[in-house]
């Protein structure tokens, strides 16, 4: 993962600034069975919901997830609801 930075403590990562929770790097092996279980509770959930899987319209309109929102058709609007800033590079 490029631009991904730990902190001194290791308890979090950096990306583009912001710090998120890291993992735990070395969970006990009793929670092994407990952890598959829950990752694959939040993947079902996701997909429900939409947010993983295919697209939930049926428009045929293009899926720009992932994408850098200046690289797709919104990034006028963006742009105007952020002030002008630009997007993360």
């Known amino acids: 993962m490029s631009g991904v930075k730990t902190a001194p403590d290791?308890?979090?990562?950096?990306?583009?600034?912001?710090?998120?929770?890291?993992?735990e790097p070395d969970p006990?092996?009793?929670?092994g069975a407990a952890l598959a279980s829950a990752r694959a509770a939040v993947d079902a959930?996701?997909?429900a919901?939409?947010?993983r899987g295919p697209a939930w319209w049926s428009d045929d309109a293009p899926d720009f997830n992932r994408r850098l929102v200046c690289n797709t058709p919104y990034a006028a609007c963006y742009a105007a609801l952020s002030g002008g800033e630009p997007g993360p590079r």
């Open 10 to 23: 290791l308890r979090n990562i950096v990306i583009r600034g912001r710090l998120w929770r890291r993992a």
């Open 28 to 31: 006990p092996p009793d929670r």
């Open 45 to 47: 959930a996701k997909t």
């Open 49 to 51: 919901l939409g947010e």
